[in-house]
């Protein structure tokens, strides 16, 4: 049998590419929402049959109505709800009776209004299950295809945009009014354009993975406001990354605790915390984006030019000024400015008058017209040591800015490297940034963002072998004995494993814990010395004794069965002769460790993503730096040490002021085995490995304390 | 005698208001320089004569012209040079023949160009002095003034800007251009607009004192490559900020090493480095910005809207997506979201629709118009609670975007609180964009940049008695004491101080060195202990000793006269007994510190800022973390203060994780009496108090080990 996510894979392609839509509640109100969506449609020269279903009308704009929807005798491919939200539930009942498949579901009016609106949401959820229906919506603004194999424009949008590789897809309808106009000034086109709503049925995720797969879109966009299952979404993204090379760019709201209720307040869901929510999507590979400029800064990039092989950038400028403020963009971002070839210098030289830069920056000199950009760009493109052209532009008096913008599309059209462009200014450049909009130069109005965006493409390009999640290999029986364990506890009512649970739960995911116990006789603490492992430590351990050392109830470096004899008979000697009252409740035996840098390690649930775990330095590098990494488990190996080198303080690992690098390798199969522990056991609510002491690279790592709350 | 710098105050008002002009050079060739200033001084209808100067032309778009600057006979205020370099110095001349006191020398081909420049430059400087005149430039775009009285377009840009509060200062002519054409597009005006090149007569700290009192001026922008005298860039701003409360906006570029050097050749100067930059611009209170963008869209905010009382801002916005996504910026810029009165709230339920959100952010709904936009701004202005409004907008179908824009204008008129506003998308909202610039209400594409702006306005607002510099009294001789053993050091051929002549300096300026001495017998170890104060420390000084713990070499915490007697002759004895073979050189006697927070003073020489003083916590977080702060002294308690509160360990010191405070008054003291010995002392190249040992509060400080390096 098909599972509900296979259905709407399939519904999908209805929604999308339809040969029939009914619009279901339509009227002939001008200005209205039902009117609207299907004068949209009709005048977008859709490939297929509108049938308008009205109680009221019999035609509307010259189309034919229908009362209801089970009146149309075609077969009908998609359904476009646009009634108020206390007659949907019937409008879509008539739909599936109907055998309609797909629908989208504008109207408002639902989970968004509170718990009235849940109810009607929820009957809407039972009506597609029984009938095998997919919607989208409700609460949304529609949706767009610009195929032109079948071009609909299902959605009160003001305008429909041009045909282009980026899909948006918006949590938010209002927002997408915005982006299609701010798309539109820039002659950006789209692919799929997707106003989400309340997702009630549909999610992101399927809409991800239908894009996936459709050859129409290269680069995906998505606004969202609440993350509803974190790994889903990691899952589909890595997906869609490695193995269709798309990127996806997330513009995620509710950043701050405010911004999170405002969301809330908006769309009936609560908001994770954001900074797990910055660490998932770098883990999965999303490119997280902090406003729609930034998104589509970024995506104009992938979507219009090459990949560039490697981030060495020549720059062309007409002005000394913006050249030092590109460099210093270039510089910031990682990129490298690019040493030109004697060859490409030479060419300058000759062909530049002697003023002129003909180092990188390029600097053609304030009255360059089209022909020297011509004779700088064609140097740069053809020179090996550059990997991407970035020209600049000021307007002075002598500057022909549409023939330079023309020159930029000419001459960038016969190389397979990128060009970025910034015509700073506004008024007098605008006929420039035009012809390299319609031409697909990507133009940024500050050389900043030309900087991020290369970036963010180079930096795409090297992801790899990207595995988000990893699972470790651990005894097959670990599960079942960390969960009897928890679950026991769970049962007795406990709130946190005893400290004796927590270590055999550690063990049976080999977590190095250092192991103690007590020991009541010499004998007794020789073999636990042997089971330990020598060195050992012993230690009185009494209520009534505060400093066990002046006492002389504590031996350290204990290397053999005689010592560690003779070291428990000397204790409680010690302590007789010391404090004759004292009460001992035996010697403490434990594995002596030496010294070494101490770290955290811990995890916790996290609403969206399940869990998290978290890698840090201890004491004051966590408490004041908050010096920090966190990932979603189970992660592997490379995601692993990702994690541990993200850290500010990694240079104290990694062997800085001279000292021995530490065990790295140790900490990395620990953050594993931990990311596999809290993967299987959802009943540990909290973990708290602190400190894990680590020592010289090669000698281990040992967990000193560790808390499981439950 | 007037300096050259009254001088130039003087002349600065002839440049900008002279009654008279002559372009020296001038042509009949359209689309050159010399002929587009002549046009640009006639086209903006200036308020004075013009008087072409050439040598070949009888007149020029029909106004006389002379031969040379000698043959008019009238009066001439201001001369435009527009010659060739390589005859610049003879027209300059003739100018000063003439009496002409002040010039704008457009003419390239000066220091930029290296050494033979260098030399043409300096004959200009020369004729300056010689004739008491003034000259912005070479190397420059020129000047332009839109005041009515004077209306002078003395440049060659493309066009003249509107009349404005906001005055533009630039290093760089060729990015002028791209300011004009952006604020044209924008309706951004100016008051004064000055292209100041290499500046090698007038500065630009000049024309800071000239803008200070300039009644035209609310705000000052300045774009900057290199920063010459920072003391006195510092020392002008900060009179401007804090007795005129004018703004000062700069972006600097040469941000990183690169792009420095992109400066370097490009202006043949040399940047100082950066951080030390920032640190600087924010001691003087100077708003630092990155780019273009960011500078106007903050310019904006101070030159249109009033200074907010507080930071409390009311949201309105008819998407809840883009609400949430100000909610956000509002709250990661440190601004309140204003808690809306009671009687708004009922207003706002009242008058708009049932499925408003008449919190803040107050959702005014997708399909509304400029009536409901009207209720909510007049609540929210009315609001005791609101210090802003942020006004944004979604181009919906039903979204009247001109008369909303409208509207804004109107209603904020009546308050005095800023507004400010977006307008999300760009083709359909820019007919709305326009009203709302044509009216000065500042529009931010971005939400993002419209807190930005707000914050930088409200933290502006704030800065009351602000004290770039301030020196700290020392004993008279300390000064003179110090530069004695300086000097002699350096004769000497030294390249750093002895021990024994640091700790001499460090005392002179009452800085809490630890002393200590050699003793070389019992009598004298006592009169060392009774002079340094007890406890004290003892320890066996011995080349032939290594570990003196363990040959009994040490005496800790030694309280009285006759402990310190027992001390000696313990160390001596024991060292006889173990190690009779070793030479002892003396018994070292010290001050016994407790142990406490180690932190780092130093100070190093800077070609901008002469001196910078440095603060840091000690080992990793320096080394590794690089929590340190800069700034220049001499400076006052809070700089001094600000700076110790600025590290981000800061809570280590003040008191984190149950500690103790430490003794903050202590290293505050510290650091204002370095930062005086370097002001004093020039010789001193670099200085490094490490560790700086902080005892807990009100216990004091302490010098454990400085360096001074000559």
Redesign the interface.
């Known amino acids: 049998m098909m599972t509900r996510a296979q259905l709407h894979q399939q519904n999908l392609n209805k929604i999308f590419y339809p040969d029939s839509v009914a619009i279901v509640g339509a009227n002939k109100v001008a200005?209205t929402?039902p009117c609207?969506i299907l004068m949209n449609i009709l005048k977008a020269d859709f490939n297929g049959i509108v049938f308008p279903v009205s109680p009221k009308e019999k035609f509307i704009a010259g189309v034919k109505a229908y009362k209801y929807v089970v009146d149309i005798q075609d077969e009908v491919d998609l359904a476009i709800l646009v009634f108020p939200s206390s007659v949907c539930h019937m409008a879509l009942e008539q739909c599936g009776q109907k055998g309609i498949k797909s629908a989208i579901i504008i109207s408002?009016g639902f989970k968004e209004?509170g718990n009235d609106g849940v109810v009607l949401e929820n009957q809407l959820k039972e009506i597609a299950a029984r009938y095998d229906m997919s919607f989208i919506g409700p609460n949304c603004l529609g949706v767009i295809n610009t195929d032109p194999r079948s071009k609909i424009n299902a959605s009160?949008?003001?305008r429909m945009p041009d045909e282009g590789s980026i899909a948006f897809l918006?949590?938010?309808?209002?927002?997408c009014?915005?982006?299609?106009?701010?798309a539109?000034?820039?002659h950006i086109g789209f692919s799929k354009f997707i106003s989400f709503g309340n997702k009630a049925d549909i999610s992101e995720i399927d809409l991800l993975y239908y894009l996936k797969d459709d050859p129409k879109t290269k680069v995906i966009l998505m606004?969202l406001?609440e993350v509803t299952d974190g790994l889903a979404l990691m899952e589909a993204a890595e997906k869609i990354i490695t193995e269709n090379r798309k990127p996806i760019l997330i513009?995620k709201?509710?950043?701050?605790?405010?911004?999170a209720s405002?969301?809330a307040?908006?769309?009936g869901s609560l908001a994770g915390s954001d900074e797990i929510c910055d660490a998932a999507f770098k883990q999965a590979g999303i490119i997280r984006c902090?406003?729609?400029?930034e998104m589509f800064n970024k995506a104009i990039a992938f979507a219009y030019q090459p990949i560039p092989k490697n981030n060495r950038v020549a720059i062309i400028t007409?002005?000394?000024?913006?050249?030092?403020?590109t460099?210093?963009a270039?510089?910031?971002q990682g990129l490298q400015?690019a040493k030109l070839s004697d060859e490409t210098t030479a060419v300058l030289k000759k062909n530049l008058p002697k003023?002129a830069?003909t180092?990188n920056?390029v600097?053609v000199i304030?009255d360059a017209r089209a022909d020297r950009y011509n004779i700088a760009m064609s140097a740069a493109f053809k020179d090996d040591n550059v990997d991407g052209v970035f020209v600049i532009l000021?307007?002075?008096?002598?500057t022909d800015i549409d023939l330079i913008a023309r020159e930029v599309a000419k001459v960038s059209s016969h190389y397979d490297k990128p060009v970025f462009t910034s015509f700073?200014?506004?008024?007098?450049?605008?006929v420039g940034i035009d012809v390299l909009q319609r031409n697909k130069i990507p133009h940024y109005?500050?050389?900043?963002s030309m900087a991020i965006a290369f970036s963010t493409v180079y930096n795409f390009s090297q992801i790899s072998d990207h595995r988000a999640f990893n699972p470790i290999d651990i005894e097959e029986t670990a599960r079942d004995k960390a969960n009897r364990i928890l679950d026991s506890a769970i049962s007795a009512g406990q709130k946190y494993l005893t400290e004796n649970e927590a270590t055999q739960i550690l063990k049976f995911y080999e977590l190095p814990v250092i192991e103690n116990a007590l020991a009541q006789s010499a004998d007794e603490a020789v073999s636990l010395a042997v089971r330990f492992g020598f060195p050992i430590v012993m230690k009185v351990m009494s209520k009534d004794i505060i400093h066990k050392f002046d006492v002389g109830g504590v031996v350290l470096n204990i290397q053999s069965e005689q010592e560690a004899r003779n070291a428990y008979m000397k204790i409680v000697d010690n302590v007789r002769r010391k404090l004759p009252s004292a009460k001992i409740d035996g010697v403490l035996v434990r594995k002596m460790i030496p010294t070494g840098e101490e770290v955290i390690l811990g995890a916790k649930r996290d609403p969206s993503f399940g869990s998290v775990v978290m890698f840090g330095l201890g004491?004051?590098f966590v408490?004041?730096?908050k010096d920090v990494a966190f990932r979603i488990p189970p992660i592997g190996e490379s995601v692993a040490k990702s994690m541990v080198e993200s850290i500010?303080?990694y240079?104290?690992l990694s062997g800085?002021?001279g000292n021995n690098p530490r065990d790295i390798a140790g900490i990395v199969q620990c953050i594993r085995r931990l990311s596999q522990l809290v993967t299987d056991c959802s009943q540990i609510r909290e973990l708290d490995i602190n400190p894990l002491i680590v020592l010289d690279e090669g000698k281990g790592v040992f967990i000193a304390d560790a808390k499981i709350m439950l």
Chains 1, 2 share one sequence.
């Not at 918006?170 to 927002?175: E, H, P």
């Not at 009014?177 to 701010?182: I, R």
């Not at 902090?290 to 400029?293: F, G, K, P, T, V």
């Open positions: 200005g929402v609207d408002a209004v009160f949008a003001r918006s949590q938010s309808g209002a927002l009014t915005a982006v299609l106009d701010y539109y000034a820039k606004y406001e513009l709201a509710g950043r701050t605790s405010a911004g405002a969301a307040s908006h769309t902090e406003n729609i400029e007409n002005a000394g000024g913006p050249g030092v403020l460099t210093d270039v510089v910031r400015l003023t830069n180092n920056p600097d304030g000021t307007p002075q008096s002598m700073m200014g506004e008024a007098d450049v605008a109005i500050l050389p900043e004491g004051i408490e004041v730096f500010k303080g240079p104290l800085a002021r």
